[in-house]
């Protein structure tokens, strides 16, 4: 199986081969968690290639002790999506824990093993740190990544610092890119919009193959509703200009 980017009367569709199977999508949350736009953008996206033909499973995380919840425990220090704010060391714990180790790695061993994908759809990737890009590339799964904010470069994910808008990698944010450099393994990246594509380009990740940007129509709508499929059966995306 071949996820490829190729020319539609002058844009380019986001589309696989004609060989259905399964793809494994992780992010933080998922549906039926609805936290924000990007768990959405994880449904819409399953929706479309559900009607294409594909087995797609969703996986995300959850607080540990909360086993009434699906997905896997956090295999961090605490859950990051309750609006506490933490002190400084337990932030910076946190956040090289997530950068700096696998922790999640038998997590997306066990998946991988019980799933079997023919690819891997990474969206936002907080609380999972890199494992499923680094298993991903160790097991031979195609993958492809959806940014939907600027966690790859910002541990605040937003760019923000105080008032004031980042416009350098600050240095507490230095060892996220460059391990998102150095454990990104090749593939496709898909954006929400050619700005935060742009974005990550500027500020350093300039390193990812084909880019493309996926027009998030989903997110703007209930979930409940899905999406009519495009011609080729799968997300449509516009090429970066």
Known sequence: MHWRLWPTDGLRDHTMDSRRGT???????????RFGGAERVVQSCADELRDAGWNVQNHGLRRRGDNDDPGSAIPNIYWPFDGQRRGVLG???WHAIDTMTLSSAAIVNRLIDEIQPDAIVTHNLRGWGYAPWVIAAERGVPLIHVVHDYGLLCNSSTLWRGDTVCQSICGPCRPRLRNTLERWPGGDLVGVSQAVLAEHRRLGFSTAGDCAVLHPVGAAHPAEPRLRPGVSGAPKVRAME
């Open 23 to 33: 793809v494994l999508q992780i992010a933080s949350m998922v549906p039926p968690a």
């Open 91 to 93: 932030r910076t714990l």
